[in-house]
């Protein structure tokens, strides 16, 4: 690992409070580094994600973008997605293109994304690359029921929904439901290595407030036991939402709260259209700001 100071900060996703959202490590000079070497700090960093910004490959993209949990390397991830987006505009590393859009390259190809507010109130999203729903088998469904200690198809079957993470996404009977889930994390990092999936994320219905739905994430085979608020989850869901028929033809904008349980106020932004494609946003702010010397 070459000996230099590169530029780090750590951006909260999804709040415009420090401590409320889900932090992501953005290293900004991440060039000379290997797979290895990147591994390495993001087990040190131990934050649900750490991103390594490098130049893009193509004329089409603004930066390329490596995403790493503690133990593996994403192809795609959300809220790691606008925190690098929001710690390059910041830097002063990208210039918007016209329509205020930023393109990001990843393993997954060229994600966009768009600035929706300007200034200390700037918003933050993307569009949700293609995804793919992936039916489960019912042994698998009955397992999973196990794990969490209750039913997770009395509303909706379960399915695999492929983001460039692959999500096991489970509708609860409402958000109290989601809200007291106690999974055995052990049996469920199991069942995430046997069925290949990163994890799961399951949903419900909330009656009150300024929020639709409420949601919680889980992801103990990446060594991440609940991560706080989680972009590529919300994405899931709303695709395992417009896939299942419980969003209008038309399609809908809602907010959904996620981070109650680990002491976060995540609100994440969702909006799908009438084609079924999902855009996903919120607010970032920095919180940590400096330089790792490696």
């Known amino acids: 690992m070459p000996d230099m100071k590169r530029s780090y900060k750590v951006v909260d996703v999804f709040t415009d409070q420090p401590l409320r959202g889900n932090p992501v490590a953005v290293l900004l000079d991440a060039e000379g580094l290997d797979t290895e070497e990147m591994q390495a700090i993001a087990r040190w960093t131990n934050l649900s994600e750490t991103t390594f910004v490098l130049p893009p490959t193509t ?18 991830a959300g809220h790691p997605t606008l925190g690098s987006a929001h710690a390059v505009l910041d830097a002063g590393r990208v210039s918007l293109r016209p329509g205020d859009r930023l393109i990001q390259q990843c393993s997954v190809g060229l994600v966009e994304l768009t600035v929706e507010a300007r200034g200390e109130d700037r918003q933050l999203a993307f ?22 200690g209750c039913s997770t198809g009395t509303k909706t079957t379960p399915a695999i929904l492929n983001v460039g993470p692959r999500w096991i996404i489970a509708q ?26 990163t994890g799961l994320t399951v949903f419900g219905a909330r009656q009150d407030g300024d929020t639709a739905i409420e949601v919680r994430t ?13 972009g590529s989850g919300n994405a899931s869901v709303a695709a395992f939402q417009w896939e299942r028929g419980l969003l209008p033809v038309d399609g809908k904008d809602y907010v959904a709260a996620q981070g109650r ?21 919120g607010s970032c702010v920095t919180c940590v700001e400096g330089s790792l010397d490696l």
Do not use: H, W
């Open 59 to 76: 004329n089409e993209a603004d930066y390329r973008l490596r995403i790493f949990t503690p133990r593996s390397e994403l192809p795609f």
């Open 218 to 230: 889980f992801a103990p085979s990446c060594g991440v036991e609940e991560d706080p608020v989680c």
């Open 261 to 281: 349980c680990v002491g976060r106020a995540g609100r994440v932004n969702v909006s799908v259209d009438g084609r079924g494609r999902v855009k996903i946003g």
């Open 127 to 148: 569009l949700l690359p293609d995804s793919r729903i992936e039916e489960m088998d019912l042994a698998d469904i009955a397992e999973l029921d196990l794990i969490v």
């Open 172 to 197: 609860m009977g409402d958000a109290n439901s989601v809200i007291g889930l106690q999974p055995d994390f052990a049996k469920l990092a199991e069942l995430e290595r046997r069925l290949g999936v």
